[in-house]
T-cell receptor, first 114, second 111 residues
Framework: SAVISQKPSRDICQRGTSLTIQCQVD?????MFWYRQQPGQSLTLIATANQGSEATYESGFVIDKFPISRPNLTFSTLTVSNMSPEDSSIYLC???????????FGSGTRLTVV | GQQLNQSPQSMFIQEGEDVSMNCTSSSIFNTWLWYKQEPGEGPVLLIALYKAGELTSNGRLTAQFGITRKDSFLNISASIPSDVGIYFCAGRGNYGQNFVFGPGTRLSVLP
């Protein structure tokens, strides 16, 4: 079955720095999705990334803070820029790898900003 | 915007008991998904529903797409300790729209 891999699985970062999270899918997908899950909360969509075009951001999220790359149909990165403690969350990538409507998630990146 | 509510917010049950939880929407959905998330992991898709009234099983799990298209239900029969986790529902109106996630139901199973 298709797998989504994320790196790193966790990190502790200093405020003011940036972290880039990688997401690799083992089959080609049109869209990849980046979510944030704050402690004890549900999942909030940050942006949708299509290959070859700029990502589409949800309300409350901006490209300067969360730049996204999508260089090909199996890979995407999310950067959390100029981090503050409020950015401490789990960041998850997702894709419809098993077909339309079947959202599969990576195991997430647990980010702590100190 | 669209919102989902899940009930109950949390539940503690004895091993062997059956579990019922539900998800309600303020608007009509055409797809419902149920996920389970364990600590330190991403959500894992359990069941997908595409048609009003649809009843789908996955082992001891059964989910139903409500006939009003504004709700969905998940039942777990004969619970076991590994059922512990947070169960999320997700729904969307039309294909191409993004999924909306509920706040989750936290399940604890007591031995």
């Amino acid at each position: 079955s298709a797998v989504i891999s994320q790196k790193p699985s966790r990190d502790i970062c200093q405020r003011g720095t940036s972290l880039t999270i990688q997401c690799q899918v083992d089959s080609q997908v049109t869209m990849m999705f980046w979510y944030r899950q704050q402690p004890g909360q549900s999942l909030t969509l940050i942006a949708t990334a299509n290959q070859g075009s700029e990502a589409t951001y949800e309300s409350g999220f901006v490209i300067d803070k969360f730049p996204i790359s999508r260089p090909n149909l199996t890979f995407s990165t999310l950067t959390v820029s100029n981090m503050s403690p409020e950015d401490s969350s789990i960041y998850l990538c997702s894709a419809e790898v098993l077909g339309p409507g079947f959202y599969t998630f990576g195991s997430g990146t647990r980010l702590t900003v100190v | 915007g669209q919102q989902l509510n899940q009930s109950p917010q949390s539940m503690f049950i004895q091993e062997g008991e059956d579990v019922s939880m539900n998800c309600t929407s303020s608007s009509i959905f055409n797809t419902w998904l149920w996920y389970k998330q364990e600590p330190g992991e991403g959500p894992v898709l359990l069941i997908a529903l595409y048609k009003a009234g649809e009843l789908t099983s996955n082992g001891r799990l059964t989910a139903q797409f409500g006939i009003t298209r504004k709700d969905s239900f998940l039942n777990i029969s004969a619970s076991i300790p590994s059922d512990v986790g947070i169960y999320f529902c997700a729904g969307r109106g039309n294909y191409g729209q993004n999924f909306v996630f509920g706040p989750g139901t936290r399940l604890s199973v007591l031995p």
